[in-house]
């Protein structure tokens, strides 16, 4: 249980393992950065349920992730881009305070089945799904040289679909609130499949587009997901 953790409601679902990107501009949330750069570099992170993003209070929705900060740039304008990867996951018992931030005693959240209760032909199908997902994308984006690392590990595995699927933030939070890898990893298979079929049209559309000298240097390339 933590008492007094701050927490930035955002218009994004951070998922365990996973890299976010923060720019932190208002004067309040400075404030909280250099508190937590003084003590274990921790805060919550969890989706906007109701409020403002910026500039006014925010009512997180109750389960969210714990950031840790990597690095921290501060830029001219007195500004900071901080570089976080999403921890253990948390829920919210009570708010402590709304303003300046939101501060809340919470409780951290752990899988209520472990890994071990994943069957292996399930974990292997998702993880080679994956695999190639990751795979097309990087070709889409002519970045074939990159070698995509796909977690062996069924919870990572999970979050690693998670953080890779393109769906909306109301299905993200649903996954992220899951209690099991067993259960995220059956909700998102349908889902990792449709993105495969996905980027496996657009693939063949760039390699066909290559074929025939056609780049996709402008904005309005089909290489998309808009």
Do not use: C
Not at 81 to 92: D, H, N, T, W
Not at 127 to 154: C, F, H, M, N, S
Not at 175 to 200: C, G, I, Q
């Amino acid at each position: 249980m933590l008492e007094n953790l701050p927490i930035m409601p955002l218009n994004s679902v951070l998922f365990p393992g996973a890299p976010t990107t923060l720019y932190i501009h208002e004067e309040r949330y400075k404030e909280m950065l250099e508190e937590v750069s003084d003590g274990d570099g921790y805060f919550g992170v969890a989706l906007l349920r109701a409020g403002k993003e910026v500039g006014g209070p925010a009512i997180p929705h109750d389960y969210g992730t714990m950031a840790h900060i990597f690095e921290a740039t501060r830029l001219p304008d007195g500004s900071t881009v901080v570089l976080a990867e999403g921890g253990p996951r948390f829920k919210v018992r009570a708010i402590v305070s709304a303003m300046p931030i939101v501060r809340a005693e919470v409780e951290l959240v752990e899988d209520i089945n472990g890994a071990d209760s994943v069957q292996s032909s399930d974990a292997e199908l998702a993880y080679t799904e994956l695999e190639e997902l990751i795979g097309l994308v990087l070709r889409t984006i002519g970045a074939e040289q990159v070698q995509p690392k796909v977690p062996r590990d069924p919870a990572a595995l999970s979050w690693a679909i998670a953080a890779n699927l393109q769906v909306r933030l109301s299905v993200q939070q649903q996954l992220l609130e899951m209690r099991s890898a067993t259960s995220r990893l059956a909700a998102e298979l349908p889902l990792l499949r449709r993105e495969v079929r996905h980027y496996r049209l657009l693939a063949a559309a760039r390699e066909k587009l290559d074929a025939l000298g056609i780049t996709d240097g402008d904005e309005n390339a089909p290489f998309s997901r808009s």
